[in-house]
């Protein structure tokens, strides 16, 4: 309030908040002041201090100044008696992780750093910066540019959730790249996404084995497949590529529909591990189909209690791996070798390979560059 005598006086707090008057007959047009000052009854008050004539003041808050610390305000949303309590906040705070696109982030971001700095210097925070990292997610385009009516770009969402589904949609946008690039949506495949989806949902309906069942007592490379994949997607996904956590999951959907169509069969308990894994692994990105995936192999509740599944370290062991031969710069032949394979015994192995033989054709070798135990080349003599 804005007094003669006392000049500016805040409001006491047991007249706290202050309830702004009706909208209705105050004249709104711009006129280079606030539209409040036309409520004269709302304007004109008593002084709290001395009890003289009084302004309201007619300014209102930006809406920045509520979205510059609103993360102080969910560690403790249901305080009626203050913002937040520095102890909560100290616990839970500053923040771990920011995702924001890079247009609304820039100043944003100023005004929180802003905010956070003067609260520390009240005494009221232990941190100066509200965020600890920020990734700037990337924009979704059509053919290279911003969606616009103008250029006739434009791509509405809602139909392509009627035609394909939330899962689809979803499961597209992340596997289309990294969260911080672009999304370019002419390059992507709904329709594709959607049957990826149909695949894996069939997998649980193929499953004839009983829950709880020891996978230990079933097949051994898929079982190795499907800790891979676990081991890799939790990786990537710590990592912010969901990508990839979805190239890992669609890796494990083929390797469990070759098991079971012609491998260990529908009853191995390696094929439930693998279903499992697969639901739990789409639950990040597919929720309605993995919950579906879900309640087929004969689980309850719900698929996001499951947390991740323990990943075997000794599944993850690689007994052999394919070592590429290359003669001139082509690949001219492949071998399964061991990891742990010394440069020589590779260099000899690689030399002796029957596509190699074929290539040199009685040239001498002039010489052999290994990098053990996946590559060899050979340039001839």
Not at 254 to 274: F, H, L, Q, W, Y
Request: glycine residues 6%.
């Amino acid at each position: 309030m804005h007094c003669e005598v006392c000049g500016e006086v805040p409001v006491p707090d047991d007249q706290l908040p202050v309830t702004l008057p009706p909208a209705e007959g105050l004249e709104l047009k711009p006129k280079g002041t606030s539209p409040l000052g036309g409520a004269t009854d709302w304007v004109n008050t008593r002084c709290p201090r001395c009890g003289g004539a009084a302004l309201r003041d007619t300014d209102t808050m930006d809406t920045f100044v509520d979205s510059s610390w609103y993360y102080l305000r969910y560690a403790d949303p249901h305080n009626e008696v203050a913002a937040f309590d520095p102890q909560i906040v100290r616990e839970w705070l500053p923040v771990d992780q920011y995702v924001g696109g890079v247009t609304h982030a820039i100043l944003h971001l100023l005004y929180s750093r802003f905010f956070t700095k003067v609260l520390h210097d009240m005494g009221l925070l232990d941190f100066t910066e509200p965020f600890t990292r920020l990734l700037n997610q990337g924009m979704v385009v059509m053919d290279g540019s911003a969606m616009s009516k103008s250029r006739g770009n434009l791509v509405r969402l809602s139909d392509e959730l009627a035609v394909n589904g939330v899962d689809a949609i979803r499961l597209t946008m992340v596997f289309a790249g990294p969260p911080e690039d672009d999304v370019d949506w002419a390059d992507v495949s709904p329709s594709g996404s959607r049957k990826f989806l149909a695949r894996a949902w069939r997998l649980a309906s193929d499953v004839s084995s009983d829950p709880g069942v020891d996978p230990a007592t079933g097949d051994v490379e898929l079982r190795k497949a499907t800790h891979r994949a676990l081991h890799d997607a939790a990786v990537a996904v710590e990592s912010f590529r969901f990508n990839v956590a979805v190239a890992r999951t669609m890796e494990l959907v083929n390797a469990t529909r070759k098991a079971i169509d012609s491998g260990c069969g529908p009853a191995d308990p390696a094929v439930r591990e693998a279903v499992e894994a697969v639901a739990i692994m789409l639950s990040l990105v597919a929720p309605y189909t993995a919950e579906d995936m879900w309640a087929q192999l004969g689980h309850e509740p719900t698929v996001f209690l499951a947390g991740w599944p323990d990943v075997d370290p000794a599944l993850l062991v690689e007994d052999t791996v394919t070592c590429v031969v290359q003669v001139a710069g082509k690949v001219r032949d492949r071998l399964e070798v061991p990891p742990t394979i010394s440069e020589d015994d590779l260099r000899d192995l690689a030399i002796a390979a029957p596509g190699v033989v074929k290539a040199l054709e009685g040239a001498g070798v002039r010489t052999v560059i290994v990098r053990a135990p996946k590559l060899v080349n050979i340039v001839p003599a």
